[in-house]
């Protein structure tokens, strides 16, 4: 080991211990350089006026002094992640604010879920969010509109930024068995536990909903019974009520029909002054004593028979009709009687017509029938759930047998990376408890324990940790996952805060190695992980006559061993700091 002015550069650049130790990092970049971020132009956000980087692929770094703008950067990256914006990031308040980020994902498999979200697939992606002046914000995927929502699900494929905030996620229980599942390769069993546990909670749903329906019916049956013998009772028919109204018209008034009908019968036949039928006779008789000198005669006389014969006819049933019709009270009484039964109920059941009456009792009747099929409909569905419960179960216990398996193994590792980040007697385990019920993702309830020094009894991470241990527990758990799953772009935000010497050698080497799998974008304020970027980006600001912007730029060679220098001893540059940068550009990059 060997130190160059105040950085600590190692002789060895192995990592872990056992079958790692001493291993040599391969100088070319292993993984799939076509999925990346390949630029990012950000206009009017926060300090940002205008910038524009081309990336490539492996290891870049991002330095600049505190309050330069770099994790400015990182949240209008985050605008294209779909977080929450308004308009306090416009820098011109007159102007919108846009973040575009053109990814290369050719060989990622992503043209089921464009095809899913009706976008046109290419493998030149560009996603761009703008806010606008008056503080409406829009998102677009290769210039199709598309929700924060959306947004969010593309980007959780392509990108994961650790900052702070996702540091604070290490104590929740789901991430952690999020992240015992990536390191089983549990991808697809999780997958199928999710399908029968999504299947059994709308089950269970669905029960609940019919078990309601059967304990209102229940409680409403004998009410729905009552209604419908109430119905039954009234034997009602159609046309019933129009029917009764009309006979009564004609009963309640009899006489005036009666008296009515008799006048007629007198009038046309009976009267012995000039009756219609005894006058129209005796025209008859004027029209025979006319048939030999008008020759019309007969065809009147014909006319005229047939009016004696309709008339005659008309008088008859006038005469019936008068005989027939009489004042009936008692029928009358019954005829009231039934109306009164009929308007009850239209008045009831709020209904003008006997048909719509019908049609009730019809409803009530087949609610009274579903009553006695909710039992069925009941039964069948938990024996569905059963079914599914059965399915279910075995799943949960394939992930438990792979979520076992897999627990010694990560502690190993996990010990291994953070004993090389410098926690010496660092102690990581993963407690596997049975639940009893079953949860989003199986029936086991993962928790993460740490412990730094020796003879500590093991804790929750969140309550034991350090700021800083966390941040290397997080490093090392990133370093593990990026083995075994597939995420083309990671972003650490100052993972490497309070850290130095050999632990920063050790960070920078992860990150170098999982570069050789994925891109890797790192702030970072020390000098040997800014040395080991395969590009280096540096974020200043500039003050004009009206304000102060950031800017960023990719550094060249010789700018780059001025700004680790001034990493290395501030301000002032040094001829030995000068020496150092070089040397651990030199180094870092073997």
Not at 230 to 246: F, P
Not at 329 to 348: S, T, W
Not at 410 to 435: T, Y
């Amino acid at each position: 080991m060997g130190k160059i002015g105040s950085v600590y550069i190692p002789e060895s650049r192995g990592i872990g211990k056992g079958e790692n130790r001493g291993r040599k990092m391969k100088q070319a970049y292993e993984f799939d350089e076509n999925i990346m971020i390949e630029s990012i132009g950000i206009y009017n956000y926060a300090l940002i006026e205008q910038t524009e980087i081309e990336m490539q692929s492996g290891l870049s770094v991002i330095t600049g002094e505190t309050g330069a703008g770099k994790s400015i950067l990182l949240g209008a990256i985050g605008l294209t992640l779909g977080q929450r914006a308004d308009i306090s990031v416009l820098m011109n308040k007159a102007k919108k604010c846009i973040v575009e980020i053109l990814y290369n994902i050719k060989g990622y498999s992503l043209a089921d879920w464009f095809q899913e979200n009706e976008l046109d697939y290419s493998e030149s992606v560009v996603v761009r969010r703008e806010i606008t002046a008056e503080g409406r914000s829009r998102g677009f995927i290769n210039d199709t509109p598309v929700s924060n929502k959306i947004l969010k699900e593309f980007g959780d494929y392509l990108v994961d930024i650790h900052s702070q905030h996702q540091s604070l996620l290490l104590g929740q229980p789901e991430y952690q068995i999020d992240i015992l599942d990536a390191f089983c390769g549990n991808t697809e069993e999780v997958a199928v536990y999710r399908k029968y546990y999504e299947d059994r909670r709308a089950g269970l749903r669905e029960l609940k909903e019919l078990k309601g329906k059967a304990v209102e019916a229940a409680q409403e049956e004998e009410y729905l019974k009552y209604r419908l013998s109430q119905l039954e009772s009234a034997k009602l028919k159609k046309g019933e009520k129009e029917e009764l109204e009309e006979e009564l018209a004609l009963l309640t008034n009899a006489e005036t029909i009666k008296t009515g009908f008799s006048q007629l019968t007198y009038q046309l036949r009976d009267t012995e002054n000039n009756a219609v039928l005894s006058v129209l006779k005796n025209c008859k008789h004027i029209f025979a004593s006319l048939r030999s000198v008008v020759k019309e005669a007969t065809e009147y006389e014909d006319r005229l028979n047939s009016v004696i014969l309709e008339l005659g006819d008309l008088a008859e049933e006038a005469e019936k009709r008068a005989e027939n019709t009489a004042f009936n009270p008692e029928r009358i009484e019954l005829i009231n009687a039934r109306l009164n039964v009929i308007y009850d109920l239209l008045f009831k059941y709020k209904v003008e017509t006997v048909e719509e009456l019908i049609q009730i009792k019809g409803q009530i009747s087949a609610q009274l029938s579903g009553i006695q099929e909710y039992t069925d409909k009941i039964e069948q569905l938990e024996k569905k759930i059963e079914g599914i419960e059965s399915h279910l179960q075995k799943a949960a216990a394939h992930l438990h047998a792979a979520r076992v398996a897999a627990q010694l193994p990560l502690c190993k590792e996990m010990e291994c990376l953070l004993q090389d980040l410098g926690i010496k007697h660092a102690r990581f385990e993963v407690a596997i408890r049975e639940a009893e019920e079953f949860l989003g993702n199986g029936k086991d309830e993962v928790s993460f324990l740490f412990a730094a020094n020796k003879n500590q009894q093991p804790g929750e991470i969140a309550k034991v940790a350090s700021g800083g241990e966390i941040s290397r527990v997080m490093l090392s758990l990133k370093y593990v996952l990026s083995k075994t799953r597939q995420l083309p772009v990671i972003v650490f935000d100052e993972i490497d805060t309070g850290l130095s010497g050999e632990i920063a050698h050790r960070m920078a080497q992860m990150m170098q190695e999982m570069a050789q799998r994925m891109q890797v974008i790192c702030i970072s304020h020390l000098p040997q992980i800014a040395a080991a970027g395969k590009d280096h980006f540096k974020v200043y600001k500039e003050d004009n006559p009206v304000n102060t912007i950031s800017r960023i730029r990719k550094l060249s060679p010789s700018e780059r061993v001025n700004e680790i220098a001034g990493m290395i001893s501030g301000s002032e540059i040094t001829p030995a700091a000068l020496e150092t940068a070089r040397n651990l550009l030199k180094f870092e990059n073997k």
